[in-house]
């Protein structure tokens, strides 16, 4: 009787074990892959903005659609940045905030959605943080 006992305890602490690993693994936020982090941590804040801002101004006059984010592609094709003012970021799903002038130090005013589905943001105030998945 003991040793059934034993058992059935020694069972269900090996499963409260392997819960607790299992648990924790899974509750970590992703780990935002270094060379994106530096991209973001690399960028000209002021050039961006002012490519931003003319972008939004010649949107503006053109009567299109403004949106109110636009993406790092666009930016590029349509001669606002240079590749060399976007290093590292590259072929990234890149988003950028249209609202510079606007931004609270709280506000994504660049998200990088990363191929696994995960999103890294430069955020108002400068800081870099891991989004939460949409």
């Known amino acids: 009787m003991k040793a059934k006992r ?10 409260a074990v392997a819960t607790a690993i299992f648990v ?3 509750s970590r936020p992703p780990v935002a892959p270094t060379s994106t982090w530096a991209a973001l941590q690399g960028l000209s804040r ?3 903005a002012t490519a931003v801002q003319a972008f ?3 949107r ?4 299109g ?6 993406s790092l592609k666009e930016l590029l094709s349509g001669g606002y940045v240079q590749p060399a003012d976007v ?11 249209l609202a510079v002038g606007k931004a609270t130090p709280s506000m994504v005013w660049i ?12 955020l108002g105030d400068g800081s870099i943080a891991v989004l939460p998945k949409p």
């Open 6 to 15: 034993s058992v059935i305890l020694g069972a269900l602490g090996l499963l």
């Open 60 to 63: 503006k006059s053109g009567a």
């Open 87 to 97: 290093r590292g970021l590259e072929g990234k799903n890149v988003t950028v905030s």
């Open 46 to 48: 002021p050039r961006i």
């Open 111 to 122: 998200s990088v959605r990363e191929t696994d589905g995960s999103q890294i943001g430069l």
């Open 56 to 58: 939004s101004r010649d």
């Open 65 to 70: 659609d403004l949106t109110n984010t636009v």
């Open 24 to 26: 924790v693994c899974t």
